[in-house]
C-alpha cells in the first residue's frame, strides 16, 4: 500500500496540554475502541461516509453550534482515546481538538489513530488577508516593447502566493516543491510602462509557457502550458530546471534563459496551517475530495482488512464533490455578476478563489454588534454598482435558516435588493436539516447553490 504521496497520519501536534482534562487522563487505558471521532460537522460526515458500516463516527458538537470557539466537557478526551480514531483540523481555529491531540500523544501512547485533514494541504492554504491575482486589463492593445521584462512576480496559483520575481536577469525566489503524481500551476503577472497588467491565455495575443533548461534532467517533470499559466507536473523523484517563455501568437519573444528555476519533485508534503492562514478549506469540493482520500488511508492504515470497502466508499463520495464541483463551476461561468453581498463573518475564501468571484462581508461585523453606517453605505453602493438583487447571510448567525439577521434586513430597506439568501459554511448543522439526513452535500445542493444562483445571477 503506497502512502508516500499524502501524509495520512498525524500522530503529534505541537500544542498546549488541556488542563481542564488533567484529572481525568490520570489512568489512561489502553484505548483502540471501536468508531472514532471527529471534530466538526464536514470531517464527521466525511468519515462515515468512508467508513460506512466498518467504522461510525462521532460529532460531539450538538446541532446549531459549529466547532469555532467550541470547548468539550472534561469526559471527551477519555472517550476519544477509547476510540480508534480521531479526525480534526490541526490549526488554531480549533485550538480545542488540538489540544486533546496533545494530551492523546502524551497519556495514551498513540493508542488513537490521529488523522489531520490538513496534512498535505500546505501548499493549497490562503492567507487570511490573501490578495487576488491582479485582473488583467483586457481592452487595452498591448505592445511588446512597452511590457516590464525586466521585472515581473511569479505566483502560485494554488494559494495566489507571490513567489518571487525575475529581475533582469536572475530570480528572486522559486517554484515549491512538486509532489509526484500531483501538478504545481504558475502564473506570472506582467505590466506595461503604465501599470496595464497584460492578459495571457490560449485566446490572447500573449501566451506563457516553460522548457526544460539546457542540460536539466528530463522525465522528472512534465510541462503544460495553459496560455495563462504552465503546470509543472511531477513525473519522477529527482531535480531539474526549467526556463518560462513569453510566447507572442505561439511565437518564442522572451524567455528567462539567464537563469533557470530549479524543480524539485519530492514524495510528500508536511507544510500545514498556523494562525495566519483561513482554515475554512472543507467549503471547497475539490479540496475536500483532498481530505476525504486523507481519511481512507488512515482508516486504511488503521483497519486493513477492509481497505476495499473504504476505498470504494471514498471514491464514490469523492464522485459526487466532483459533481459539486462542477455545478459550482458552471453556475460561476455563466453568472451575469461575480460579486455578491454576504452579511456575516467570511468563511468562503476558498470558495472565492477557486470560482472566481468575490463577497463583499460588512468589516469588523460579528453576530453581537450591528453594521456601522458607513458599512451599510458602502455595501449599498456595492448593490447599485452590481445591480445585485438577493443578499446571503449565514443561518448559524441568527439560530434559524428561515430568519434573517437585522443587518441583512437593514440593507433590504435601505437598498433596492429585495431578497436574502442563506449560505452555509457547513461547518454545523441545524436540527431541521439533521431531520431531513442532511449531511454536505445536501448542504450544499439544497442552500448554498440554489443561493449562489440568486445572488450572482437573478
Same mark, same amino acid.
Given at each position: 500500500?503506497?502512502?508516500?504521496?499524502?501524509?495520512?497520519?498525524?500522530?503529534?501536534?505541537?500544542?498546549?496540554?488541556?488542563?481542564?482534562?488533567?484529572?481525568?487522563?490520570?489512568?489512561?487505558?489502553?484505548?483502540?475502541?471501536?468508531?472514532?471521532?471527529?471534530?466538526?460537522?464536514?470531517?464527521?460526515?466525511?468519515?462515515?461516509?468512508?467508513?460506512?458500516?466498518?467504522?461510525?463516527?462521532?460529532?460531539?458538537?450538538?446541532?446549531?453550534?459549529?466547532?469555532?470557539?467550541?470547548?468539550?466537557?472534561?469526559?471527551?478526551?477519555?472517550?476519544?482515546?477509547?476510540?480508534?480514531?480521531?479526525?480534526?483540523?490541526?490549526?488554531?481555529?480549533?485550538?480545542?481538538?488540538?489540544?486533546?491531540?496533545?494530551?492523546?500523544?502524551?497519556?495514551?501512547?498513540?493508542?488513537?489513530?490521529?488523522?489531520?485533514?490538513?496534512?498535505?494541504?500546505?501548499?493549497?492554504?490562503?492567507?487570511?488577508?490573501?490578495?487576488?491575482?491582479? *485582473?488583467?486589463?483586457?481592452?487595452?492593445?498591448?505592445?511588446?516593447?512597452?511590457?516590464?521584462?525586466? *521585472?515581473?512576480?511569479?505566483?502560485?496559483?494554488?494559494?495566489?502566493?507571490?513567489?518571487?520575481?525575475?529581475?533582469?536577469?536572475?530570480?528572486?525566489?522559486?517554484?515549491?516543491?512538486?509532489?509526484?503524481?500531483?501538478?504545481?500551476?504558475?502564473?506570472?503577472?506582467?505590466?506595461?510602462?503604465?501599470?496595464?497588467?497584460?492578459?495571457?491565455?490560449?485566446?490572447?495575443?500573449?501566451?506563457?509557457?516553460?522548457?526544460?533548461?539546457?542540460?536539466?534532467?528530463?522525465?522528472?517533470?512534465?510541462?503544460?502550458?495553459?496560455?495563462?499559466?504552465?503546470?509543472?507536473?511531477?513525473?519522477?523523484?529527482?531535480?531539474?530546471?526549467?526556463?518560462?517563455?513569453?510566447?507572442?501568437?505561439?511565437?518564442?519573444?522572451?524567455?528567462?534563459?539567464?537563469?533557470?528555476?530549479?524543480?524539485?519533485?519530492?514524495?510528500?508534503?508536511?507544510?500545514?496551517?498556523?494562525?495566519?492562514?483561513?482554515?475554512?478549506?472543507?467549503?471547497?469540493?475539490?479540496?475536500?475530495?483532498?481530505?476525504?482520500?486523507?481519511?481512507?488511508?488512515?482508516?486504511?492504515?488503521?483497519?486493513?482488512?477492509?481497505?476495499?470497502?473504504?476505498?470504494?466508499?471514498?471514491?464514490?463520495?469523492?464522485?459526487?464533490?466532483?459533481?459539486?464541483?462542477?455545478?459550482?463551476?458552471?453556475?460561476?461561468?455563466?453568472?451575469?455578476?461575480?460579486?455578491?453581498?454576504?452579511?456575516?463573518?467570511?468563511?468562503?475564501?476558498?470558495?472565492?478563489?477557486?470560482?472566481?468571484?468575490?463577497?463583499?462581508?460588512?468589516?469588523?461585523?460579528?453576530?453581537?454588534?450591528?453594521?456601522?453606517?458607513?458599512?451599510?453605505?458602502?455595501?449599498?453602493?456595492?448593490?447599485?454598482?452590481?445591480?445585485?438583487?438577493?443578499?446571503?447571510?449565514?443561518?448559524?448567525?441568527?439560530?434559524?435558516?428561515?430568519?434573517?439577521?437585522?443587518?441583512?434586513?437593514?440593507?433590504?430597506?435601505?437598498?433596492?435588493?429585495?431578497?436574502?439568501?442563506?449560505?452555509?459554511?457547513?461547518?454545523?448543522?441545524?436540527?431541521?436539516?439533521?431531520?431531513?439526513?442532511?449531511?454536505?452535500?445536501?448542504?450544499?445542493?439544497?442552500?448554498?447553490?440554489?443561493?449562489?444562483?440568486?445572488?450572482?445571477?437573478?
Amino acid at each position: 500500500m503506497d502512502l508516500t504521496r499524502r501524509s495520512v497520519l498525524k500522530r503529534s501536534a505541537g500544542a498546549v496540554s488541556l488542563g481542564a482534562f488533567a484529572g481525568c487522563l490520570s489512568s489512561p487505558d489502553s484505548g483502540g475502541g471501536e468508531g472514532g471521532y471527529a471534530s466538526f460537522f464536514a470531517l464527521w460526515d466525511w468519515a462515515n461516509q468512508v467508513g460506512g458500516d466498518e467504522m461510525a463516527f462521532e460529532n460531539p458538537i450538538d446541532a446549531g453550534e459549529m466547532g469555532h470557539g467550541w470547548e468539550p466537557d472534561g469526559n471527551l478526551a477519555p472517550e476519544i482515546a477509547s476510540s480508534e480514531a480521531f479526525v480534526y483540523l490541526d490549526t488554531p481555529e480549533f485550538s480545542w481538538a488540538q489540544d486533546i491531540v496533545s494530551d492523546l500523544e502524551r497519556d495514551y501512547d498513540d493508542s488513537v489513530t490521529v488523522i489531520d485533514g490538513l496534512e498535505g494541504l500546505g501548499p493549497y492554504l490562503l492567507p487570511f488577508d490573501a490578495e487576488p491575482v491582479p *485582473e488583467p486589463d483586457t481592452d487595452h492593445d498591448f505592445v511588446l516593447e512597452d511590457l516590464q521584462l525586466d *521585472e515581473f512576480d511569479h505566483v502560485d496559483l494554488r494559494s495566489n502566493e507571490v513567489l518571487g520575481y525575475w529581475h533582469i536577469e536572475h530570480w528572486h525566489g522559486g517554484i515549491p516543491d512538486v509532489p509526484l503524481d500531483e501538478s504545481v500551476p504558475i502564473g506570472v503577472v506582467i505590466e506595461d510602462t503604465e501599470g496595464r497588467v497584460l492578459p495571457l491565455g490560449a485566446d490572447e495575443q500573449f501566451q506563457l509557457d516553460a522548457r526544460l533548461a539546457d542540460g536539466a534532467e528530463d522525465g522528472v517533470v512534465e510541462i503544460e502550458s495553459n496560455g495563462d499559466h504552465v503546470a509543472f507536473h511531477g513525473t519522477a523523484l529527482g531535480s531539474t530546471a526549467v526556463i518560462l517563455q513569453l510566447r507572442r501568437d505561439g511565437e518564442v519573444v522572451f524567455e528567462t534563459d539567464e537563469e533557470a528555476l530549479g524543480v524539485d519533485v519530492v514524495e510528500e508534503l508536511s507544510e500545514g496551517a498556523d494562525e495566519f492562514h483561513d482554515p475554512h478549506v472543507w467549503v471547497d469540493p475539490v479540496l475536500a475530495q483532498r481530505i476525504v482520500e486523507t481519511i481512507a488511508d488512515a482508516l486504511t492504515e488503521t483497519d486493513p482488512d477492509n481497505e476495499d470497502t473504504y476505498r470504494e466508499n471514498a471514491t464514490a463520495y469523492i464522485e459526487q464533490l466532483s459533481a459539486i464541483d462542477d455545478q459550482l463551476r458552471e453556475l460561476t461561468e455563466t453568472a451575469q455578476r461575480d460579486v455578491a453581498v454576504f452579511v456575516g463573518h467570511d468563511s468562503f475564501q476558498y470558495l472565492e478563489h477557486r470560482y472566481g468571484f468575490d463577497f463583499r462581508t460588512p468589516v469588523g461585523i460579528s453576530p453581537n454588534e450591528r453594521m456601522s453606517p458607513s458599512a451599510v453605505a458602502d455595501l449599498i453602493d456595492v448593490i447599485e454598482t452590481h445591480d445585485i438583487n438577493t443578499i446571503l447571510y449565514d443561518p448559524f448567525e441568527t439560530g434559524s435558516q428561515d430568519e434573517i439577521p437585522s443587518e441583512a434586513q437593514t440593507l433590504l430597506e435601505e437598498s433596492d435588493a429585495t431578497n436574502a439568501e442563506p449560505i452555509t459554511p457547513m461547518s454545523g448543522t441545524t436540527r431541521e436539516w439533521q431531520e431531513r439526513d442532511w449531511g454536505y452535500l445536501e448542504q450544499m445542493r439544497e442552500i448554498n447553490i440554489p443561493s449562489l444562483q440568486q445572488a450572482l445571477d437573478e
